[in-house]
């Protein structure tokens, strides 16, 4: 229609001030620029009061000022700086390819599991196989292939493993993942949730994310020489982000139940850490199958799916490309289980930990010239008041400082919203 062609050629105008970080009241008028390329058609049918079926179609945006230029605030823009970035160093690509876990409970008021599964149940033990197959199939409807599908260790709890693309549309997929997931598990009756850690006593919901760089159609992390097949510069981006990894752990981790799922026990990282074949690790480099060079990659196992992917992303990248510029070296590896250690024991080797807790993280961030850097002046004062407002919500609420028990704060809070 005419009206859609004007959209794509001008823009839609809409009230920027009502969208938390974008702009200021009296700057409220922005626009969204849609990307004809995003285009998707959701895989269910909507019905009418005439009883007849129709189609919804959807498509991501770009924030614009009035002038044209792209919004501040706009948290796809960071990524695109940062992938433009990437590029000027001399990478075509970042790729990426999260494994994304979440819960299926009765409602959004409590976390009420409906199955006692564990890892790889089947049968009586995941009665809901068919709506975790029912959503891949409606991704695949839509062009996202998920390569993996299976319930995962706690009760209630999901996965699903994304394939990996490029970074800016996994940003995408990743949006629009979290809203499938939620719309087919409404359209039955239960609620589907991506918080981080909705059970005390349980694992919490991780995202690991496999990133790898590279030029042209070659991944620039394999090297056949070496016994991990590293190349330097993959060595040097581990290194990125074991170094700036306390800095963006607020940006991978941006709420107050994050914190409770990284926690010794629970197969989540809380030590800063590279291995093989060590899953207690914050970073593990999958082990090389011969002929598969382009699958050498790095999995980071810190970030929770109630991040922004689009800033999530950048970050990471933003550290790593650190650690190629500055051609940081790369600590000898750890394949012992580190929670066996004792506290002297980690201090003598130099392994240091995560923040405990958001305000610790929020506190690293403050003083972070690459996280200011990355997300831009206006959006990394945006983030930073954003949280500490959180941190102060909970501190009235709750009247006590942190524990590693989930809290009725966050259940309140982060359930119905995550």
């Not at 991501?60 to 002038?67: G, K, M, R, T, V």
């Not at 390569?147 to 999901?158: D, I, T």
């Not at 980071?300 to 990471?316: E, I, K, T």
């Amino acid at each position: 229609s005419y009206e859609l062609e004007e959209i794509f050629k001008e823009g839609k105008g809409f009230d920027g001030s009502s969208i938390e970080g974008l702009v200021r009241v009296e700057e409220s008028d922005l626009l969204v620029s849609p990307n004809a390329e995003t285009f998707r058609i959701l895989p269910w049918k909507y019905e009418d009061c005439n009883n007849s079926f129709y189609r919804v179609g959807c498509l991501f945006c770009d924030i614009l000022n009035p002038d044209g230029t792209h919004n501040e605030g706009d948290t796809r823009y960071v990524l695109k700086r940062t992938l433009e970035k990437a590029r000027k160093t001399g990478f075509s690509s970042f790729k990426v390819g999260p494994e994304i876990e979440f819960f299926y409970f009765k409602d959004s008021k409590n976390p009420t599991v409906l199955d006692k599964g564990d890892y790889f149940s089947m049968g009586i033990g995941d009665p809901y196989e068919y709506l975790r197959k029912k959503t891949s199939l409606g991704l695949l409807k839509m062009g996202i292939v998920s390569e993996y599908a299976h319930h995962e260790v706690a009760p209630s709890q999901h996965e699903i493993d994304l394939r990996y693309t490029d970074a800016l549309e996994m940003a995408d997929i990743a949006m629009l993942f979290r809203y499938i997931v939620k719309e087919f598990a409404r359209r039955d009756g239960i609620y589907a949730t991506f918080m981080p850690k909705p059970i005390n006593g349980e694992n919490g919901n991780g995202m690991h994310v496999h990133q790898s760089l590279w030029k042209g159609e070659k991944n620039v992390f394999f090297s056949e020489n070496d016994k991990y097949h590293l190349s330097e510069i993959a060595k040097s981006y581990i290194g990125g982000l074991m170094t700036h990894i306390n800095e963006i752990t607020s940006i991978l981790n941006q709420w107050i139940n994050s914190f409770k799922r990284l926690v010794p026990g629970y197969e989540a990282p809380v030590y800063i850490v590279w291995g093989q074949k060590n899953r207690s690790a914050l970073i593990r480099i999958p082990e090389y199958k011969p002929g598969k060079e382009n699958a050498i990659r790095v999995e980071l196992r810190s970030p929770d799916p109630g991040c922004n992917p689009y800033l999530a992303f950048s970050v990471m990248l933003a550290a790593g490309l650190k650690g190629i510029e500055e051609r940081y070296e790369l600590p000898p590896p750890c394949e012992n289980d580190i929670y066996n250690m004792t506290e002297e024991e980690r201090k003598n080797i130099g392994i240091k930990s995560l923040p405990g807790n958001l305000e610790e993280a929020v506190e690293i961030t403050k003083n972070s010239e690459i996280v200011r850097e990355t997300l831009g002046e206006h959006l990394f004062k945006k983030f930073i008041a954003n949280k500490e407002a959180e941190i102060r919500n909970y501190r009235e609420e709750m009247g006590h400082k942190y524990d590693a028990k989930v809290s009725p704060f966050e259940i309140e809070h982060n359930l119905p919203r995550l």
